[in-house]
């Protein structure tokens, strides 16, 4: 499942996402950075704050999954990738923003157990990506 966030400009349509199931994206035709001979290449930092990797949690139970991006340049899009979770919402980033802490809910199938690998990535606006991935376990 994978989910983009970001504010589309009027008009734009929005990109499917697995599943169906879409936030927002970022309109590639947005204005960039304003000083446009700027060379950023470095891609925007992720931190998974919380829970920690490896962390059990009953089965049924809503693990919250709080992640800080940061760029120089504004982040363009933030995504979630999660194997074994059921539906749950991601919060988007203002556009423009060089930095957000979000936290999103990952609901657990009651009566499942295993290992769930959430990745999480980001791109700027200068097409910089980066991601980091963790997993929980379900018991």
């Known amino acids: 499942m994978a989910f983009f ?3 589309p400009a009027a008009g ?3 990109l499917g996402a697995a599943l169906g199931v879409v936030a927002a994206c970022a309109d590639p035709a947005r ?3 304003p000083d446009s001979d700027d060379p950023d290449t470095t891609p ?4 998974i704050t919380s829970p920690p990797s490896d962390t059990m949690v009953a089965a049924g ?3 919250t999954v709080t992640v800080h991006v940061a760029d120089r340049s504004p ?3 933030l995504t979630c990738a999660v194997s074994g979770a059921v539906n749950f919402g991601f919060p988007a980033i203002a556009p423009g923003d060089t930095a957000a802490t979000v936290a999103f809910p990952i609901p657990t199938a009651g009566g499942a157990s295993g290992i769930v690998t959430v990745t999480v990535g980001a791109t700027d606006i200068r097409h910089n990506g980066a991601s980091a991935p963790f997993a929980f376990i379900v018991r």
């Open 44 to 47: 925007p930092s992720i931190s």
């Open 5 to 7: 966030v970001g504010g």
């Open 75 to 77: 982040i363009a899009s």
């Open 12 to 14: 734009a349509s929005l």
């Open 31 to 33: 204005p960039t950075f």
């Open 61 to 63: 139970s809503v693990v």
